[in-house]
């Protein structure tokens, strides 16, 4: 049930774009977004709650398709900060009872932005 | 400074040894998550306290051990110590169901 990330790398110039998928097998209550320096701790950036919406934090934003189970995370006019490992994390949606907050994550996408 | 503490930073031990790993949630934080972090497994969930009580568990050993006190701050037991435990541990806190995690710094613990 872990939920599958593409790509698994993306290399970039400063300013440019990239889309990173996530996508999973079960129904989904929530995606979380979160970036991870290399050795440092993963740090959040965003939650898609049920219901389809889309948002957004500065040139990040995201949006999270309930009906395909899957969420895009939109990266927009590229600086060197936005490098990391990003994962989304994914909270089940249970019928009648809740995962208690419980997020599995994805295996990761490695983004490197070059000058 | 995130405001999750965990302690200690590094550790490193002999197989077959017993450690605790510490972690203090953020201020009125009440969940607290534990993972575990390889090169090859990404972020592994463990096991989930919600106010000193456990709500979830992940895939997580029989030689390892976990508890919420009543301060809310949470240990990390790990036991029986073997080369593949060597991983980063997180902890995690947040103010409950859907809000976003802050993760501590983490725990790098290596077994020789």
């Known amino acids: 049930q872990q939920p599958v990330q593409s790509p698994q790398a993306v290399i970039l110039r400063e300013g440019e774009d990239a889309v990173i998928n996530c996508s999973s097998s079960k129904a989904l209550y929530s995606v979380h977004w979160y970036r991870q320096k290399h050795g440092e701790a993963p740090v959040f950036l965003m939650i898609?709650?049920?219901?389809?919406e889309q948002k957004g934090h500065e040139k990040i934003s995201a949006s999270f398709n309930e009906k395909k189970q899957q969420s895009s995370l939109y990266l927009t006019a590229s600086q060197l900060s936005y490098s990391g490992t990003y994962f989304c994390?994914?909270?089940?949606?249970?019928?009648?009872?809740?995962?208690?907050?419980?997020?599995?994550f994805g295996q990761g996408t490695i983004l490197t932005v070059h000058p | 400074d995130s405001g999750v503490t965990q302690t200690p930073k590094h550790l490193i031990t002999a197989t077959g040894q017993r450690v605790t790993l510490r972690c203090s949630p953020r201020?009125?934080?009440?969940?607290v998550y534990w993972y575990q972090q390889s090169l090859d497994q990404g972020l592994q969930f463990l096991i989930q306290y919600y106010n000193g009580e456990e709500r979830a568990k992940g895939n997580i050993l029989e030689r390892f051990s976990a508890q919420q006190f009543p301060d809310l701050h949470s240990e990390l037991n790990l036991s029986s110590l073997e080369l593949g435990d060597s991983a980063l541990y997180f902890c995690a806190s947040s103010v409950g169901l859907s809000y976003g995690y802050t993760f501590g710094s983490g725990t790098r613990l290596t077994v020789v």
């Open positions: 898609l709650l049920k219901g389809g």
């Open positions: 201020s009125g934080d009440l969940s």
């Open positions: 994390g994914t909270e089940l949606d249970y019928a009648g009872g809740t995962s208690y907050g419980k997020l599995t």
